[in-house]
Structure formats: structure tokens, C-alpha cells
């Protein structure tokens, strides 16, 4: 979009300030919030320090600061400017590492640049925050010259009285030479990896793969050898080595029943890993008889954080035990992937009848009835969706079973709500064990192996999500779960069939952003502040007198905690 009239800029300004006056109510002294964790390498960054320290010489003792922020406002950088500048600028914070966002901060030319997606030049008393209006401000965005991609603002800020014409034009030239760097860089870094790419074909005569951060190149070997599937799980596997200097042998167990070796070798250009190159150098054919090492390595549903690698052992254990268990958690946990998992882990292939009690109602006394007789294992979804007579009559079935002969043959566990123990069941002592499956949003540190294996399990193989997508994912409160992270998944696999997908082209659910990973304390106090929102539809004094906290305190949280209810 380009903003060309004084009158589209005026309206353009007016609907900034209306924005501003939502985030930030009477508020003229809003402060920017800091940002801990900063991104200290990255395309932008490597681009922009040489631009920048070579317009910040040509401009240098000039009273302008060179300023380059992320895609949120958050100021990566600071060149240029004179001491007095300086100065004023730390007084607003202005500074690396605080967030020029214009929910923030209110109109400014980093913030309302990336809002109405232009470049734009913010002159005094036109910023809305009383402090910034002894400022001019000119933001101008930078894209990705390839893969069109938001990446940051590149802002000049001067006192408003050294205000010139050329700011904007200048902050524009500076976006522009910074798009320039980043496609030298690219087109060095994949001149580099297709050297490399070319050169293991020629020696090795056996299949290779390339993978760069925006390239992908697989010979006919490795085509014909592998099918999609392989080559996915032999990409995945080369992921863990990505943007290491060393090479490196790895070992792949593929969907086709054969381990791969895979040796890595990197692509090294100007000191810096431009991407890697992968030759299959042999494989076997792993054997289809039981397993006879003890513990068998765990699926790879099981290998994600700690706080779910320990839930997995706690199911798989009364699994083996053949001890009856409830599984309970918040909707879409993977509550039936996670015992579907952990019993096949255990019994290598004994069938699991799964019976849905929320689709079934009453007809699931037959089935579990007629499926016991067999002496299968059983895993009754939903059970809390039964009425209290027919959990009456499931523990009456199910309590024989239990003291009789076939107890040691079958394994039954039920899904349930949080807290939805069944006293029938308490009473007969039928399931020992409760183990409680853990929301997503405490355990963010999962949703990139999550999600690249959601994507594949639903076909999406030839999507990868970037490191900025999956940061974005890894901030979201996740109401649903990984059942809602699965739908989120589907939902941009319909606009997007293949390629890297950036933030902005995540579906619009994934917006509301915290900029950091929250503690699990400040993970509970967004969860109350949320369903305190939730309840009162919005009202933030009704939530601020809900949770006993002043209405300042419930604003300064919802920008905190990027909450957009
Ligand atoms: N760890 C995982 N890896 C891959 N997919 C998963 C994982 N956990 C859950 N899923 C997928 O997420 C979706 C929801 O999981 P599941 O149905 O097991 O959740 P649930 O807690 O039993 O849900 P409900 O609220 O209906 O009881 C399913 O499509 C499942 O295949």
C-alpha cells in the first residue's frame, strides 16, 4: 500500500490516533516495554549493520538517529545522532531492546509504519504521546526481497525542530539498500550451498540432499530411492544439525522400515554456515521381528519436553503394569494420542479398541461389553460425557472384569475432563491411577516438533514454518490445545500448499502475542486475566473487579501479555 496524498495521510493519522486512544485510554506518557531476550543475529541484523554504519557516516555529528526494529517495533539497533539526541531519545526509550509498537506507545513512525503497512513520517505533535511530540519520526518497512516477508522498520528520528523533508526519502533509500544486502547475502550463501550441492553429487555418485534457509535441493537418487515421506523424516532428522560448523553422521529411522546414515557436511561461506549438504551413504532394513533390546527407544510422540516425556513414562508405566488409568486434561491434549502411544510402545501391536462415549452415549456398555468378552484392551473416550446411571452401569460392567479371570488380559483407560473423577468408579476402586495430560501452553517449548508433526501427519509436508512462525505459535495461549494447534495447521495448509511460512501468513488466530516465554506464574495470571476477559465479553473493569485488581493494572497486563480478546 502506498500512502501518497496529504489527505490520505491525515485520515491515515486520525484512524492511528483512534487506535492509540483504544490501547492506551488518557494515558499521554505511555512507556515502551523491554524486551529481555533479543534477537542478536538474524537476515535483518546481518543485512543492516553494514548499511547502517555506512549511513550513519555519512550523516555523522547530524542530530538524526538511525533506528532498525523487528516486525513488532522492537528496537534492534540504534546508529548515529548527536549526544543531545542521544539523550532525548533514552529518555522516551527510544533504545534497543524496547518496543515501538504502536499499541505501545501510541502513533509513531515505527509503529503506525508497520499498522497501515507503509512508509510514513510522524511529525510532532502528530506522534499521540505528549513526550514523543518534540520528535519526527520516519519509519519505512523492510521486506523480504524474495520471499516478500515483513522483517523490521528502519525509523530516522530527529527533534522536531531539525524536521527536514529528506527524512522519509532517506529512511526509504536505507530500506531499500538493506533489501539490496539481503539479496547478495542470499544469493552468496545458496552460490555457496549449490557449490557444495554439486560437488557431493560428482563424488559420491548416491543420493544427496541440500538444505538451505530457503532452499531445498534433492537429487534423482534421493528421489527415486526415498519417497516423500522418507525424504521428509531425512530432512527433519538434518534439521537438528542445521547451522552447525562441524560435520556430522546420523542415524534415521524412515516410514519406509530402513535406517538411513546420513552425513552431514556444512556449506561455510564468509565464516558463516550457508546451509548443509546430506549424502545417504547407506541403509538397512531395520527387522520386522519383536524387538528383544529392554526398553525400546520411545516413539516419537514421546520425545518432547521433560514435563510430557515424564507424563508419557507415568502412562506407558501403568500400561506395563496393566493397571487401569484415567487420563485427564483439558480438551485436545492428545489425552487418546498419548494412550494410543504409550500402548503400543508397550505391547508392540496388541490392539487398542477405542470406543467414543461422547458419539456412543449409552451403546458404549454393549461394545466395552462385547469387546471385554474378547479380553481387548480398551481405551473409552469421553467417559465424563456419560450420564451418572450410565457410569453407574459401566462400573458395574467393568467391576467383574476387574476381580475376574480376565483381569490380567485387559488394559482399560478412560479421557475425562479435568477433575471429572466418577465417585461409581472411586467406589469400586476400578482405576487406581489418574494421570493428568498437560495443557499445551505449558509446554511451548514442544510446538516445533509438535507442529512439524502435525503437518505431516495432515499431508502438509512441503510446509515449513519459520523460526518467527513458530516463535509466534510458542507465545499463544492455546485454548484448544494441540487439537486447536492441529485445526490452526489444516487451516493455513488450505492458503498454502508448500514453502516457508512467515508470521504474517499464519491465520489470523495466531495474533494475539506476548514477545517473550512467560514463567509459569505469568502464565497463570494471563490465564486468569483471559478468563476473566472471556467471562465479562471484553469489559476490562468488570474483569479488573472480578480478579480484585485496578483497571490500570488489567490494561498494563493485556499489553504485557499481547492479550487481543
Ligand atoms: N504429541 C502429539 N503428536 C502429534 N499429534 C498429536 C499429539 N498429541 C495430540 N495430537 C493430535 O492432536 C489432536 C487431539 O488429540 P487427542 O484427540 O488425543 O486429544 P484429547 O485430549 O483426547 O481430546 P479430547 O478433548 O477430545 O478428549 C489429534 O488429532 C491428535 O492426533
Known sequence: MRIESTNEIRNWLRISWRRSREALGDNDSPTAAFVEERVTDSVLLRAARPVLAAMSAEIENEPVSLILTDNEGAVLSRDGGDSGLLKALDRVHLAPGFVYAESAVGTNGIGTALEVGAPILIDGSEHYAGPLQSFSCAGALITHPTSGALLGVIDLTTEARHANSLLLPFAKLAAHRIRERILDDASERERALLH????????????????????????????????????????????????????????????????????????????????????????????????????????????????????????????????????????????????????????????????????????????????????????????????????????HLLQPVREGSHAAESWIALTVRPGDVCSAFASFRLFPKTVTVPPLRHRAEDIPQLSRDLLRSIGADDVVLSAASLNQLARLRWPGNTAQLRSVLEELHRHHRRGLIEPHQLPPECKATTRRTLSKIETLERDAIVDALTLHEGDKAGAATALGISRATVYRKIREFGIRI
Open 196 to 395: 557444495s550441492y554439486h560437488a557431493a553429487c560428482r563424488r559420491s555418485g548416491r543420493p544427496v540432499i541440500a538444505i538451505g534457509e530457503d532452499v531445498l535441493m534433492v537429487n534423482a537418487l534421493a528421489q527415486e530411492q526415498f519417497d516423500s515421506r522418507d525424504q521428509a523424516v531425512i530432512i527433519e532428522r538434518t534439521r537438528d544439525t542445521s547451522g552447525r560448523a562441524q560435520p556430522a553422521t546420523l542415524l534415521a529411522d524412515l516410514p519406509s522400515g530402513v535406517t538411513a546414515r546420513l552425513s552431514y557436511e556444512p556449506a561455510i561461506v564468509n565464516d558463516r554456515v550457508a546451509g548443509g549438504v546430506i549424502r545417504i551413504k547407506e541403509t538397512v532394513r531395520r527387522s520386522r521381528g519383536p524387538r528383544i533390546a529392554k526398553d525400546p527407544d520411545p516413539p516419537s510422540i514421546a520425545r518432547m519436553s521433560a514435563l510430557w516425556r515424564h507424563t508419557f513414562r507415568d502412562v506407558a508405566e501403568s500400561c506395563r503394569r496393566r493397571e487401569w488409568l484415567v487420563l485427564d486434561g483439558e480438551p485436545g491434549t492428545g489425552k487418546a494420542a498419548l494412550a494410543r502411544a504409550a500402548h503400543e510402545h508397550v505391547t508392540r501391536g496388541r490392539a487398542l479398541v477405542v470406543l467414543d462415549a461422547a458419539r456412543l452415549g449409552g451403546k458404549v456398555l454393549a461394545q466395552a461389553d462385547a469387546e471385554l468378552e474378547g479380553g481387548s484392551d480398551l481405551l473409552i473416550r469421553h467417559a465424563d460425557s456419560l450420564s451418572d446411571a450410565d457410569l453407574d452401569a459401566l462400573a
